[in-house]
């Protein structure tokens, strides 16, 4: 027998894969349930704009074509809509590609990444792909104003002559606390030139009343910041997959030198074209986010669980003991929420805000499972 892990390299061997949340037709199979609510993924309950959905089925009949590799048209509108050029973009296969792009280019087994205790999980399979060392700052104490979010104090006495990135999310998954502007931009200031400082603003339209920076606008002042962003949230593109990132032209050429040909596809470019020019949905969108997070964190707090502060599409919740036989019963009671044992969080559940009757089905049911 061969033994193929022999082969990998060390970084790749060691690697526990990302766990995404459970897929509807997966709770199906197993449990036969009628009806299901998805509350696990951080994904739009609206679906795609009528205005997406209508362009990419008129589109239908052009796919035997390759994509535009260099997504002319789609770069163009997000150049005019940051106020960059188009040769500071990289286009991806959701945000995911581009922090990937950003551990291949800048990443190697000499040097080190920075990231917080309770970041987005993707950055240390990121770093540890490539055989770099992550240093893992510990977060905010759960007793702060934002709870388990990024200690940037922390962050900063980690960072050393060998650190070449830094990923920070603001807001940030899975806990969706924020860093506010002076905070944050005092932060990236400091960061040496020998480092990458990379902001990942994949939750960022979600924002309405807290001090959350868009970063895109301090490119000019800090060449080694990178923003990167997404269409798979509040856009409603999930199933699309496209995201991008924006840094200084070198940045952005480096990393376009290892982006893979066609990696964001015609119907994609397309979908993120037409979602750019359609701010009915996106306020809409986040008008009914802001109120199903009301209702939610409103109904969980009653019930006397731990309720972190958010300014995404989802809320961490405290459920004040082992969250895996809660998970498992919501399961059966038709709800996919998501567990966060992964990210060292064995009490806390992350719930998406759904739909009304999607956020009434889940309280219902998690009520009636506390009450046993």
Sequence with gaps: MIDFSKLAQAGVRELKAYIPGKPVSELQRELGLDHIVKLASNENPLGPSKAVEAAVAGAL?????????????????????????????TLGNGSND????????????????????????????????????????????????QPLGHDLAALAALIDENTRVVFVANPNNPTGTWVGSADLETFVSNVP???????????????????????SQWLGKYPNLVVTKTFSKAYGLAGFRVGYALSHPDVADLLNRIRPPFNVNSLALLAAQTALGDSDYLKKSVELNEQGKIYLKAELSAMGLGV???????LLVDMKQDASGLNQDLLKAGV????????????????????PEENEFFIKALKKILNK
């Design 308 to 314: 972190i502060p958010s300014a995404t599409n989802f």
């Design 193 to 215: 030139d020998t480092c990458i400082v990379v902001v990942d603003e994949a939750y960022t339209e979600y924002v309405t009343n807290q001090d959350v920076p868009d970063t």
């Design 61 to 89: 009949k052009e796919q035997a074509r390759y994509p535009d590799a260099s997504g002319y048209e789609l770069k163009d509108l997000l150049a005019v809509k940051h106020k960059v050029k188009p040769n500071q973009i």
């Design 336 to 355: 996919i929420v998501r567990p966060v044992g992964n990210y060292g969080l064995p009490n806390h559940l992350r719930i998406s805000i759904g739909l």
């Design 98 to 145: 581009v922090l990937v792009f950003l551990a291949q280019v800048f990443l190697s087994p000499d040097t080190n990444a920075v990231f917080s205790q309770y970041g987005f999980a993707v950055y240390p399979i990121a770093t540890q792909s490539v055989g770099a060392t992550a240093k893992i700052a510990p977060a905010n104490s759960p007793k702060h104003d």
